[in-house]
């Protein structure tokens, strides 16, 4: 059955250091893609990087990059160079199948979340 | 501009009423997708449709139902057999595995805090 863990409920890091949030995942299909996702106080859902799992590189968006090991099948989320605005929810993603025409769910299901607080 | 809406922002509701909530997107996706949020819990799913006129549960679908009669147009009705519907609901779309060989991220919309009073 397809499903998301993210074991850090929070997490502290000094402003400008670099801090790498856990998401572990479980799905029988080969074909399906990780997301990241930050959540502020707001509410809003703000989408940082996505991973498909025929990429041969790990992702990377500006200071998030995504540490892709599929063996493992892990997909950790490094932040570097902290900044006092990164102090937020962070959400794991993924979804079964895309690419796969007919034959893909699309249910896409979320972690728990870890929630990071910067220190300055 | 493209965007994901859901409204009202803030809802409230007596015990034992029906409420809607409204979910609406421009960006032509084929995907939408119904989330319900706890304080400082995750997203759990609701519901999710691929295409119109078809919807599929997700894994708290007990106590709420939805439609797809339009592409643009996904709404949430909390039934009174949801026995705690205070929550902050979240709305999202995609673009569908269904039209494109490519996976994108799902937009999400402001969100809608119901709370039962």
């Known amino acids: 059955a397809q499903k998301i863990t993210q074991t850090q409920p929070g997490m502290f890091v000094q402003e400008k250091e670099a801090v790498t949030l856990d998401c572990t995942y479980d799905t029988s299909d080969p074909s399906y893609g990780l997301f990241w996702y930050k959540q502020p106080s707001s509410g809003e859902m703000i989408f940082l990087i996505y991973q498909g799992s025929y990429d041969q590189q790990n992702a990377t968006e500006g200071r998030y990059s995504l540490n892709f090991q599929k063996a493992r099948k892990s997909a950790n989320l490094v932040i570097s160079a902290s900044q006092l605005g990164d102090s937020a929810m962070y959400f794991c993603a993924m979804r079964e199948g895309p690419g796969n025409y007919g034959g893909a769910t699309n249910k896409l299901i979320f972690g728990t979340g870890t929630l990071l607080a910067v220190q300055p | 501009d493209g965007g994901i809406t859901q409204s009202p922002k803030y809802l409230f509701r007596k015990e034992g009423q029906n409420v809607t909530l409204s979910c609406e997107q421009n960006l032509n996706h084929d995907a939408m997708y119904w989330y319900r949020q706890d304080p400082g819990q995750g997203l759990r799913l609701i519901y999710y449709?691929?295409?119109?006129?078809?919807?599929q549960k997700g894994d708290i679908a007990e106590g709420y139902s939805v439609s797809r009669e339009k592409k643009e147009s996904f709404p949430l009705t909390v039934t009174s057999a949801q026995k705690n519907p205070t929550a902050f609901y979240l709305c999202?779309?995609?673009?569908?595995?269904?039209?494109?060989?490519?996976?994108?991220?799902?937009?999400f919309g402001q969100g809608t805090r119901l709370t039962v009073v």
């Open positions: 999202a779309s995609s673009m569908g595995s269904l039209s494109v060989m490519v996976d994108t991220e799902a937009f």
């Open positions: 449709s691929q295409i119109v006129n078809d919807f």
